[in-house]
């Protein structure tokens, strides 16, 4: 096999991996409802559900030294081992103490994947196709997102009624319980990891180089940039970014189902992988605005825009809240990116131990929805929905002040 088909499987692995990531990572918002229900939790109790999964990005730091000692191979065959670990420890025995548990196991899964799949697609596909199958990812991550919570529908509808319609339905009605058919999709995911743990083991890997905007610095340098304000600001604001839009899918569905009667396992369902399509949607246009736009001006516009389209989505009627909850997903599509790359050309050295700190910043999708939940339990859901607000209010703020060393080169430029 040549070199060149070489690094093109690599790069199909790596796409295909990314969609198992996202699969995994955002199928809670549609399962939410159900699994509220079911367990008899609280709100407060629902919001701890995404806290345990996304809080396990702290290893974010950890999984890359790891990475740079024992290699990607190692990391990532370790990682879908720890994640079928994880989705099976709920899935045998479903309670709540054990969905935080998997929960929690799966989130470390994926941040170690997140962390060693970037720069094995650098040395895949080649540093002048970086930016290309970069964005080829998040689409590959966006359609996962969008075919996870239609799969969830399919297998709470088919299950109860059709167990012996099929081979795979009559399987997994011989592993749920009857009255939790929405577990199936964490036996679904553990039997997908270890398929993809055969797949990586069964290949060879290339050799992957960390640069040196890669590699992560001793602990006395990440210290020292933890005390940077320009280093903090731009942790919340990945902090905020990650908070508000898993504070907005996480609760959607829920919010739809409580206050305009709207079934969580079909039209919820349905809304949320919706919200992750529009994601990507936005993500392709972007790419545009960006060759045409200063980054600051376009994120401006975005965040004004999700201002106004979460306070319908809030406050609208039924049908007008189910269109602005989609059009929200939309209006993310740039602003992880945005903020990330303003964040990284406002500082002149250190980028790999800055990105890893970055990247931590993901824990806010572990606590904004906690948060959510918490003051909807106090109040309701709508004004716990309403926290997501402030998370925005800082990200306009991060775009109206940001002062980058670089800008992004847009056409009108002059060589």
Known sequence: MSNSGRSLFMVSLVM?????????????????????????LTLAQAGILPFAFFIAYIISLPAGYMLEKYGAKFVITLAFVIGAIGSLI??????????????????????????????????????????????????????????????????????????????????????????????????????????????????????????????????????????????????FGIFCYVGQEQGISVWMSKFLQDYHGFDANTTGAKAVALFWAMQSVGSLLGIVLLKLFDVKKILVVFLLAQLISLSLALFGSANVSLVAFVVCGFLTSVMYGSIFSLGMNSLAAHHGSVSGIFCTGIIGGAVV???????????????????????????LFISLTAKPLVKNKTIFDKE
């Open 16 to 40: 295909v991996s990314f969609f198992v990531i996202s699969f995994v990572t955002n199928i809670l918002g549609p399962i939410m409802p159900q699994a509220t229900s079911d367990l008899n």
């Open 90 to 235: 709920f899935a045998v025995h479903p309670n709540y103490m054990t969905y935080l548990i998997g929960l929690f196991i799966v989130g470390a899964c994926v941040a170690m994947l997140q962390t060693a799949f970037w720069p094995l697609l650098r040395t895949a596909g080649g540093e002048e196709h970086y930016s290309f199958n970069s964005v080829l990812t998040q689409i590959f991550f966006g359609a996962a997102s969008f075919i996870s919570p239609l799969v969830y529908s399919y297998l709470v509808l088919n299950l109860p009624k059709n167990a012996n319609a099929n081979f795979f339905l009559e399987g997994m009605s011989k592993l749920v319980p009857q009255n939790l058919s929405w577990v199936s999709i964490y036996w679904l995911n553990a039997l997908v990891m270890i398929v993809m743990i055969v797949i990586i083991t069964l290949i060879k890997f290339p050799k992957v180089e960390l640069t040196e905007t890669e590699k992560l610095e001793g602990l006395g340098m990440i210290k020292s940039l933890i005390k940077n304000p320009i280093v903090i600001f731009y942790f």
């Open 369 to 395: 929805p906690l948060l959510v939940g918490a003051l909807g339990n106090i109040t309701n859901l709508r004004l716990g929905m309403c926290l997501v607000y402030l998370t925005i209010l800082f990200m």
